[in-house]
């Protein structure tokens, strides 16, 4: 059975600019728990409860402890066909682009080289007092509990963006951008309870782009949505791509 309609297969295949909005549902069939879904807790607490600086000024100990977890399962997991063809769809042409609200690092291990992540990387982390980056793996951080800058010995936290924090201008205002010229949004596994992600995709819509929404649940972007697919992104992804390019595989 089709998903698309010609139309929809017409202004994909004539895009001069496709953007794909992801959200931690794309890394659910890689084994990586949603926020907001089954296994989202960890010992009780809600991502919302930890993922904050006064929880960090709190208790530093706990928010690494639970970032140290989540970073396992991530370097433990696998990109998923979701990830794979978007990838793979980036490759083929230049005007494909990426934001992702996750900070799992799977798009860029399935081979996206050009994304944009809105929430920062879970492999990173960056000194509370100088700002500067590590790398949590490469630069020798890859043990549990609270580490320390190696330039000025402050305390280091997640280059994550909090609730409650400021997005990166550059990041904002370049995705603003793709946003506003793109002719198609894709909006893949993201319940868009978070502002920005989720206006995001209103402005591409606002500005012309139709939108495909990739999510076993209705959200509350769906009714702006030109097609809603109520399945898994690792499944319903190869399928379209199938559709848009009948003659080219995935392999
Ligand atoms: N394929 C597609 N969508 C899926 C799949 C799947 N296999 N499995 C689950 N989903 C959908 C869920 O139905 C849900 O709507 O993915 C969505 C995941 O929603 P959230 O857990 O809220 O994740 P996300 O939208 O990425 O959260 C946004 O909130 O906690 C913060 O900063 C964190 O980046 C995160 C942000």
Redesign the pocket.
Known sequence: MELLPKDSLETIRNADKIVFLT????S??SGIP????EG?LWKNFR??DL?TPSAFQKDPNLVWEWYDWRREICQKAKPNP?HLTIAKWQKKMKSVSLIT???DGLHPRAGSHSLIEL?GNIFRARCTKCSEKFHLVNDGFDHSGLKYCKHCESLLRPDI?W?GEEYDQTLLTKSWELCKQSQVVFV???????SV?ANLAHTAIRNGAIGIE????E?NLTPSMKHHFD????EVLPQIWKEVFPNESLE
């Open positions: 959200g931690a549902g794309i659910n069939e949603t926020f907001r879904g989202g991502a919302e993922a979701g609200q996750n900070v929430h963006v609730f893949v596994g993201t319940s868009a309870n978070v992600p990739i999510n076993p649940d959200t399945g898994k992104s690792g």
